[in-house]
């Protein structure tokens, strides 16, 4: 029974490049979120999608950050024009959107973004 | 929104004792409180969570606790083993229009001595 799926583990841009980070939900899950994770710092929040919908975006930045969920294949976290201070781990996770199991939700192994 | 604070930031004990973390949470209508354990340069891994219709829960040699009224719930682990040295996050999240988005403490750095 896979995990989550989450490509590449380990990713380098130069400033200025793109980002692309992808995450398979664990079999039978529908719902995924994006976190970021800054060196000895909690999960901040980015984005909650169901397939084809974005439920809640409140912690993604304003610019140069996007996510979809597409009905086929994985969710996609685009950075677009990479900073340094975009360098952190991404991890995503799902759960499986059935009543009263919502809010449980397992880890994917996370991508590790470095900007130069 | 809900702040989550999460104590001791950093936890050393020797292989056999108990190890305790503590978090507070201030939304009053939080009612998912899971535990996490990430171990270096992996994900975080679900180890145990509690809702708020019960007060405690164990499993093996963990378990958690949750105070409603004072709004606390605690990591309890037994009989440490080294393996069990990792990064622990709590975390507290409510039914907000659907949205189950977890608010995570800042972690604790569990040490286990031999």
């Known amino acids: 029974n896979a995990g989550v799926m989450q490509n590449p583990r380990h990713l380098v841009r130069r400033r200025g490049q793109e980002a692309r980070l992808r995450c398979s939900p664990m079999?039978?899950?529908?719902?995924v979120y994006w976190y970021r994770q800054l060196p000895e710092e909690g999960l901040k929040f980015m984005v909650y999608?169901?397939?084809?919908?974005?439920?809640?975006e409140s912690g993604m930045p304003k610019e140069r950050f996007s996510a979809e969920f597409p009905k086929e294949g994985p969710s996609i976290l685009r950075i677009q024009q990479v900073v340094r201070g975009d360098s952190a781990a991404y991890f995503c996770?799902?759960?499986?959107?059935?009543?009263?199991?919502?809010?449980?939700?397992?880890f994917g192994p996370g991508t590790r973004l470095t900007v130069l | 929104g809900e702040n989550v604070e999460q104590h001791p930031s950093t936890l050393s004990v020797q292989e056999g004792d108990s190890a305790v973390i503590k978090c507070t949470y201030s939304?009053?209508?939080?009612?998912?409180f899971p535990w996490y354990k990430q171990e270096l340069g992996k994900g975080p891994q679900l180890i145990i969570d509690?809702?708020?219709?019960?007060g405690e829960k164990k499993d093996q040699r963990i378990a958690v606790t949750l105070n409603k009224t004072a709004k606390h719930f605690s990591l309890h682990i037994t009989e440490t083993q080294p393996e069990d040295s990792a990064v622990y996050f709590c975390a507290a999240s409510a039914a907000s229009g659907g949205s189950y988005i977890p608010t995570f403490g800042r972690g604790t750095s569990l040490i286990v001595h031999p």
């Open positions: 939304d009053s209508a939080s009612n998912y």
């Open positions: 999608l169901q397939k084809e919908n974005i439920i809640d």
């Open positions: 996770a799902s759960s499986p959107g059935i009543a009263g199991l919502t809010d449980t939700q397992y």
């Open positions: 509690i809702r708020s219709n019960v």
């Open positions: 079999k039978g899950h529908s719902h």
